[in-house]
T-cell receptor, first 112, second 111 residues
């Protein structure tokens, strides 16, 4: 089965801790994306990567970091510098940026 | 002002009704997406279109590039259609082709 997996579905952390969210795809897509969703707001782009070993900041990259060492994997680290990290995080991928994006099931992060 | 505006924000319908959700955007685009998000949070891509009209089952999406407007129609609505419907555009300016999203329309279809 091809698709995008994100783990875990729910994640709880204490304030001040870094946390890494996993995103894996077996669709052989070059482009991958991380979005954040907050109640009452549209999805906002955190980081995206069009190819392995390359990534660009999105609209709200502050307090986040990513890596793209493998085509299949695009982990997102939420650092302690992110002022309001509690949110729903969605990963997506596409063949290239011109094509439709396929979304993972999301990770709901709660920081207390 | 958001680059992508959806209306209505909330929509309640009775099973069988014809549903229309609207999306207006203010920038030049290369394509527009309609997405569906169920209560569990997962998002499914329904359509990607850059002109005209697309149909899939009971869903129809149209776009008018000159008017910067798109509509998503659901015929013979069913309670399982209850979800958030999200419009997103790919800005044709620049080189990053990122999506800009509307805030979504919450559709509730009652039996």
């Amino acid at each position: 089965d091809g698709g995008i997996t994100q783990s875990p579905k729910y994640l709880f952390r204490k304030e001040g801790q870094n946390v890494t969210l996993s995103c894996e795809q077996n669709l052989n897509h070059d482009a991958m994306y991380w979005y954040r969703q907050d109640p009452g707001q549209g999805l906002r782009l955190i980081y995206y990567s069009q190819i392995v070993n390359d990534f660009q900041k999105g609209d709200i990259a502050e307090g986040y970091s990513v890596s793209r060492e493998k085509k299949e994997s695009f982990p997102l680290t939420v650092t302690s510098a992110q002022k309001n990290p509690t949110a729903f995080y969605l990963c997506a991928s596409s063949i290239n940026p011109h094509y439709e994006q396929y979304f993972g099931p999301g990770t709901r992060l709660t920081v207390t | 002002k958001n680059e992508v505006e959806q209306s209505p924000q909330n929509l309640t319908a009775q099973e069988g009704e014809f549903i229309t959700i609207n999306c207006s955007y203010s920038v030049g685009i290369s394509a527009l997406h309609w997405l569906q998000q169920h209560p569990g949070g997962g998002i499914v891509s329904l359509f990607m279109l850059s002109s005209g009209k697309k149909k899939h089952g009971r869903l129809i999406a149209t776009i008018n590039i000159q008017e910067k407007h798109s509509s998503l129609h659901i015929t013979a609505s069913h309670p399982r259609d209850s979800a958030v419907y999200i419009c997103a555009v790919i800005n044709s300016g620049g080189s990053n082709y990122k999506l800009t999203f509307g805030k979504g329309t919450l559709l509730t279809v009652n039996p």
